[in-house]
C-alpha cells in the first residue's frame, strides 16, 4: 500500500514511522523550507541535507514522483518539495493523510485517494476526509473520528512534565532566525537560545532544547520556534514523541479499517466491466482516470461489417497503470486495438483505420478501428454519461472524426437510434447509449444464486426477492445490486419494474409463483420479458389460472414458461445457464439483431 504524507513535521514523521513499520510505502510532502520544530525526530530534515534517519528509517529527499516511488518502494521514507501534494496525480495513493497541522484544511478533499485522512482540528469525517485523528493531549489522543471532527485548537500546548505553554519558544520579533544553541542543549530559564532581528529568543523554564527551527527561516512575532522539555533526559530527542506515536497509531488503525470497508464495498459491488458507452463500470473507470488527471487510451469499432467478434460500440481502455479494461473481440483485433491504446495513451497520436480481419482471423469481417486518448478535456462528456446512466435516462453520444487528430467526443438527448451508425461523409458516429435492463429474481434459492452471477456477467442489473430470511442477504449474492426480503404478494407489488426490465420467477412454490406472476402482469406497464419455472404441466395449469384472474391472454401468452432456452439443463448452474440464454437472445432481437451467433434462423 502506498500512502502520502502531506506535511513531514514530528507528528507527520511519527505517523510515517507507524504506516512504514506497519510495512506500508510512504512518500512525504514538504515546504521549500521546513518549519519543523523538533528536527532532530521530523524527515523534513531530507529536505536541508538530502536524507535524513529517523529511529533508524531511513528518510530520502526525492527529485519527483517518479523518483519518490522507486524511493518508497526500496524500503525508504520518500521526501518531496511539493507542499502542495501535487505529486498524488501521478503516484495515484491508496491513501491519502493530511499533517499538516495548520488548524484548518488547506484544500484536501475525499475525492484526491481512495482513503483520505485529516489530522487534527480543521477536518470533518465523512464531509472533507474518510476519518480523522485526535491531536489534542488528554484522554482522547489518538482517538479515530469517522463521523464529526477533532477538538477545536484551544492555541495551549499540552502539559510535559508540569508545563503546558511556559515550555514553547516564540519568535520576538519579525526576521529570520538565527538558533544560538543545538537541539539537545541543557538550558536555564533566561538563557539566549537563538536571535530574531537581532532580538534574543530566551528559554522560559529549565530543560532540555527538544527543537528548534533551522537556522535561516524567517518568522513573524510569536510564531512557534523553539521548544524546552523540562523532563531533562537528552535520549528523548532522538525518539519520537508519545504523541506522534499515538497519532500514528490512529492513523494506521483508519487506514486498515476503511481499506477493509474498500475491499469488501469492492467485493459487493463489483461488476464486469464489458468496454461499452451502456455500461456504468466502464464509463466510471474512465472518469475515475481522468477526475485523477491520468490520460486514458481508448480503442473503439464505429462500424463494423460481415462476421465479427463484436460490433460498433465495442470498446477497450488502457489506463495509466497498463490495466486494459473492456474488449473489442479478442484475437488480432484486440492485440491491435491494445497495441494501438497503450500508444494513445502514451501520447501517440490519434487513428482512423478499417482493419480486415480475413488477414489474421478466419471470421473475415471487417471493423472500423478509433483510438484515441482521452484526457481532461473528455470528462465532462464522460460525467454526463455516466449522470445519464445513474439515473437511467437514455443519451445519445456523438463522435466527431472530420478532423482525424483531433476527434471529440458529445452527449446530447436520446435520439430514434435502434443501433449505433456510422455516417461516412461526414465522419460521426453515434451511439444510443442506456442504462443496462434491470433483472428482477423472485426467489433466491440455488437456481437463483447462480442467475445472479450470469446475469450481471451478461450486463443485467440483478435485484433479487425472497421471503426467507437466511436466503436473502448481501452477503450470500454479492453480485445483486439490491436484496429485498418480505412477502412474495407485497415484493411483487412495490417492485420498481420498468417497461426495459425482465423478470424471472423461481419461488419455492406453485401459489407463490402464481402470486408474482399476477401482480407483474396485472401491471399498466408491462416488463420486456416474463420468465416462470416450472414443467409444462405447471405452466398450463398455471396460464388457466391466471387468466381466470383476469389477466388478459396475451400477457399470459407472453410468458416463457417453461423458462429458458432447450439445451438439456439439470443442474442449478445449467438452468441459470439456460434462462440467461433465453434473457440475451431476447434483448437481441428488442434491438433488432436477429437471431445470436451459431443460431440457424
Known amino acids: 500500500m502506498l500512502v502520502v504524507i502531506r506535511g513531514a513535521g514530528d507528528i507527520a514523521s511519527g505517523i510515517a514511522l507507524r504506516l512504514f ?123 479515530v473520528y469517522y463521523e464529526g471532527s477533532p477538538i477545536p485548537n484551544t492555541a495551549v500546548p499540552g502539559l510535559i512534565g508540569g508545563y503546558a505553554g511556559e515550555r514553547v519558544m516564540r519568535a520576538p520579533t519579525d526576521g529570520v532566525f538565527v538558533p544560538c544553541v543545538e537541539i539537545g542543549a541543557q538550558v536555564a530559564a533566561g538563557d539566549v537560545c537563538a536571535t530574531v532581528g537581532g532580538e534574543p529568543m530566551r528559554a522560559t523554564i529549565d530543560g532540555v532544547v527538544r527543537g528548534l527551527l533551522q537556522a535561516g527561516v524567517p518568522v513573524h512575532k510569536g510564531m512557534k520556534c523553539g521548544d524546552v522539555d523540562p523532563r531533562c533526559h537528552p535520549e528523548y530527542i532522538e525518539n519520537a514523541s508519545d504523541k506522534a506515536l499515538a497519532v500514528g497509531g490512529g492513523v494506521l488503525e483508519a487506514i486498515l479499517a476503511l481499506s477493509g470497508e474498500k475491499d469488501e464495498r469492492a467485493e459487493k459491488n463489483a461488476r464486469p466491466v464489458n468496454g461499452s458507452l451502456s455500461d456504468e463500470g466502464f464509463v466510471s473507470a474512465l472518469v475515475a482516470e481522468l477526475e485523477a488527471g491520468r490520460r486514458v487510451g481508448l480503442a473503439s469499432l464505429l462500424a463494423t461489417s460481415g462476421s465479427m467478434p463484436r460490433h460498433e460500440g465495442a470498446r477497450l481502455a488502457v489506463l495509466a497503470d497498463g490495466e486494459l479494461i473492456g474488449t473489442v473481440g479478442g484475437g488480432a483485433i484486440e492485440q491491435l486495438a491494445s497495441e494501438r491504446a497503450r500508444a494513445a495513451q502514451g501520447g501517440g497520436a490519434p487513428s482512423l483505420e478499417w482493419y480486415h480481419t480475413g488477414d489474421a482471423m478466419t471470421c473475415g469481417g471487417d471493423a472500423l478501428l478509433a483510438v484515441r486518448a482521452l484526457t481532461a478535456d473528455d470528462l465532462p462528456a464522460l460525467l454526463a454519461v455516466r449522470d445519464a446512466l445513474l439515473r437511467d435516462e437514455p443519451v445519445c453520444v456523438s463522435e466527431r472524426w472530420a478532423d482525424a487528430a483531433a476527434p471529440t467526443i458529445e452527449v446530447g438527448p436520446a435520439a430514434r437510434l435502434s443501433a449505433p451508425t456510422w455516417d461516412d461523409a461526414r465522419a460521426t458516429y453515434r451511439e444510443p447509449v442506456a442504462a443496462p435492463s434491470r433483472l428482477h429474481v423472485f426467489g433466491a434459492g440455488h437456481v437463483g444464486a447462480a442467475l445472479v452471477g450470469m446475469s450481471v456477467a451478461a450486463g443485467f442489473e440483478a435485484h433479487v426477492y425472497d421471503d ?39 419461488t419455492h412454490g406453485h401459489a407463490y409463483d402464481e402470486t408474482v406472476l399476477l401482480a407483474v402482469l396485472s401491471r399498466d406497464v408491462q416488463p420486456a420479458y416474463v420468465g416462470c419455472i416450472g414443467s409444462a404441466r405447471k405452466a398450463a395449469l398455471a396460464r388457466e389460472h391466471l387468466v381466470a384472474a383476469g389477466v388478459p391472454a396475451e400477457r399470459v401468452d407472453a410468458v416463457a414458461m417453461p423458462i429458458g432456452l432447450a439445451i438439456g439443463a439439470v443442474t442449478p448452474a445449467e438452468i441459470a445457464l439456460a434462462i440467461v440464454a433465453q434473457l440475451v437472445r431476447r434483448r437481441a432481437e428488442r434491438r433488432g439483431e436477429g437471431p445470436g451467433k451459431g443460431e440457424r434462423a
Open 468 to 506: 426467507r430470511p437466511e436466503l436473502a442477504t448481501s452477503e450470500r449474492l454479492p453480485q445483486a445490486a439490491t436484496v429485498t426480503c418480505g412477502a412474495f404478494n407485497e415484493l411483487a407489488a412495490s417492485a420498481a419494474i420498468g417497461p426495459r426490465d425482465s423478470v424471472v420467477v423461481l
Open 21 to 143: 513499520r506497519a510495512g506500508m510505502q510512504v512518500v512525504m510532502c514538504d515546504l521549500t523550507v521546513p518549519t519543523s520544530i523538533r528536527r532532530t525526530v521530523c524527515f523534513s530534515e531530507a529536505i536541508r541535507l538530502g536524507e535524513t534517519s529517523v529511529e533508524g528509517v531511513r528518510g530520502v529527499l526525492c527529485a519527483d514522483a517518479a523518483a519518490a516511488r522507486m524511493a518508497a518502494a526500496a524500503g525508504n521514507v520518500a521526501v518531496l518539495v511539493d507542499p502542495e501534494a501535487a505529486c498524488v496525480r501521478d503516484l495515484a495513493p491508496d491513501a491519502l493523510v493530511d499533517a499538516i497541522l495548520a488548524k484548518r484544511n488547506l484544500g484536501t478533499t475525499r475525492d484526491l485517494a481512495p482513503i483520505v485522512i485529516g489530522v487534527g482540528p480543521g477536518f470533518t469525517a465523512r464531509e472533507d476526509c474518510d476519518a480523522a485523528v485526535e491531536t489534542m493531549r488528554g484522554h482522547y489522543l489518538g482517538r
